[in-house]
C-alpha cells in the first residue's frame, strides 16, 4: 500500500492522474473503526482513485489533554486500509508538513454556523477544522470529499469553507454507523470501559425518543425531558441538547412546516466526550 509523507510525493502520484478520472477524498484523524469504513467504502466505489488523509490535527483540540490521549495507531490503520483495497492512497503526513509556518489556525467567517453547540464549548475547534481541511482539498484537489454525519455541524461548515474559498469539490455527507445498542461509532468509544459503553446506548435511544416526541411537542419540552433522563444516569454527564434548524444551526424557536431540524447532544461518559445527533423530520 502506497503510505505518503509529503506534500511534493503525494502530488508526484497524483499528477499523473489527470482531470479525467475521478478521486475521492476521505480526510481523517486515524484510530479508524467501520465508520471510517463506511466512508472509504463510498469513496471507493465512486471514483477511480481514493485518497484517505490519516492526520491527528492539533489545532482543532482545545483541551491538551484530549490531544495527548488521541490514539495513535498508523500501522493499524493501515492494515484495515489494506482489507479495504491495496489501491488506497495513503497520506499520513507529520505536523510540520502541515503547517509548515507554524501551528496555528487560519480565522474563517462561517456566518455563525462555529458558534453553537460544538463551537460554544470548543474554543477555535471549527477554525482548526477548517484550516486543515483546506489545505487537504487544495492539495489532492478531489472530485469528492466525505465526511460523516456524526460531526453534523463540521459537515455543515466543511460545505460553508468549500463555498467562501471557491474550492470545486462535492462534499459528501455519509450516515452514522452505529455499534450494536445505538452508539454512535467513534475512536473515542475505545476509552470506555465495557460497563460505560453499554450505558451509553441512553445516548442514542434517548435522541429515537425525541424524535417521536417531536410531532406533538414543543422543542423546550423536549429539551427539558432529555435532561431529565440523565439526571437519572450519575455515570453520564449531559453538556448539551439543543434542537436546531438543518441549515443554520440556530436554536429552535418555533417549528415551521417547510423547515428542517435535528437534535444535537453532547455527554461526557466519565471523562469521554461523545457527540450525537438525529433527524427529527
Given amino acids: 500500500m502506497l503510505v505518503l509523507k509529503t506534500e511534493k510525493e503525494l502530488k508526484s502520484h ?3 492522474l489527470g482531470n479525467e478520472k475521478s478521486l475521492g477524498l476521505v480526510p481523517t484523524m486515524g484510530a479508524l473503526h467501520h465508520g471510517h469504513a463506511s466512508l472509504i467504502r463510498r469513496a471507493i466505489s465512486e471514483n477511480d482513485t481514493t485518497v484517505v488523509s490519516i492526520f491527528i490535527n492539533p489545532t482543532q483540540f482545545n ?3 484530549d490531544l495527548k490521549k488521541y490514539p495513535q495507531s498508523l500501522k493499524e490503520d493501515i492494515h484495515i486500509l489494506e482489507k479495504l483495497s491495496s489501491e488506497i492512497i495513503v497520506f499520513a503526513p507529520p505536523v510540520e508538513e502541515m503547517y509548515p509556518n507554524g501551528v496555528t489556525s487560519t480565522s474563517y467567517q ?7 453547540m460544538e463551537g460554544a464549548f470548543r474554543d477555535g475547534h471549527f477554525n482548526g477544522v477548517g484550516t486543515v481541511v483546506e489545505v487537504l482539498l487544495k492539495l489532492v484537489n478531489p472530485t469528492k470529499a466525505y465526511f460523516g454525519e456524526k460531526d453534523f455541524q463540521q ?8 463555498e467562501i474559498k471557491d474550492i470545486p469539490v462535492d462534499i459528501i455527507g455519509c450516515p452514522i454507523v452505529r455499534e450494536p445498542n445505538g452508539l454512535a461509532m467513534s475512536s473515542r468509544n475505545e476509552r470506555l470501559s465495557p460497563v460505560l459503553r453499554k450505558e451509553a446506548g441512553l445516548i442514542y435511544k434517548t435522541l429515537e ?9 414543543s422543542a423546550k419540552s423536549i429539551m427539558d425531558w432529555v435532561k431529565n433522563q440523565f439526571k437519572e444516569h450519575p455515570n453520564l454527564k449531559l453538556e448539551y441538547i439543543e434542537i436546531t434548524d438543518v441549515e443554520t444551526l440556530m436554536p429552535i424557536k418555533r417549528k415551521q412546516d417547510n423547515r428542517k431540524y435535528r437534535a444535537f447532544i453532547a455527554v461526557y461518559a466519565d471523562e469521554v466526550r461523545l457527540i450525537d445527533n438525529i433527524a427529527l423530520n
Fill in 209 to 217: 425518543t425525541a424524535k417521536k416526541r417531536f410531532g406533538t411537542e
Fill in 63 to 65: 483541551n491538551q489533554e
Fill in 110 to 116: 462561517f456566518n455563525g454556523l462555529d458558534e453553537v
Fill in 14 to 16: 497524483l499528477l499523473p
Fill in 155 to 162: 459537515l455543515q461548515i466543511i460545505k460553508r469553507l468549500v
